[in-house]
């Protein structure tokens, strides 16, 4: 099993959502996050005063896939979010040793 963690931003969720739908992919976790990378921010002005922005907010989302399905995951994920722009966000991929759910004490991958 593989847990995937993608940061994007915030207005490409539904697209990704319905994307990840589309393959069979069904259940997330998603959190608003604020970060920056190589994108280092941006300046905006306010009353006059210019000030840096460092923290732009982003979208991260995690999700729990067999290994089957992270190749899957991964592609539709990055097909989809991506502008082509510095921000577009990144993907984490790790290796899960067990998964089990809470309610029926299923684990591995019947837990998913």
């Known amino acids: 099993m593989k847990k995937i963690e993608a940061i994007i931003r915030h207005y490409k969720l539904e697209e990704v959502k319905n994307g990840l739908n589309e393959i069979g992919i069904q259940g997330m976790t998603v959190t608003e996050v604020r970060g920056f990378g190589r994108q280092r921010g941006h300046k905006e002005v306010y009353r006059g005063a210019e000030y840096t922005v460092d923290f732009?907010?982003?979208v991260k989302l995690?999700?729990?896939?067999?290994?089957?399905?992270a190749g899957k995951a991964i592609e539709k994920i990055?097909?989809?979010?991506?502008?082509?722009?510095?921000?577009?966000?990144?993907?984490?991929?790790?290796?899960?040793?067990?998964?089990?759910?809470?309610?029926?004490?299923?684990?591995?991958?019947?837990?998913?």
């Open 56 to 58: 732009l907010p982003k």
């Open 62 to 69: 995690e999700l729990v896939v067999s290994e089957d399905d």
């Open 78 to 112: 990055t097909e989809v979010a991506r502008t082509g722009n510095i921000g577009d966000g990144k993907i984490f991929v790790t290796d899960l040793s067990e998964v089990i759910r809470i309610r029926t004490g299923e684990t591995g991958g019947e837990a998913l």
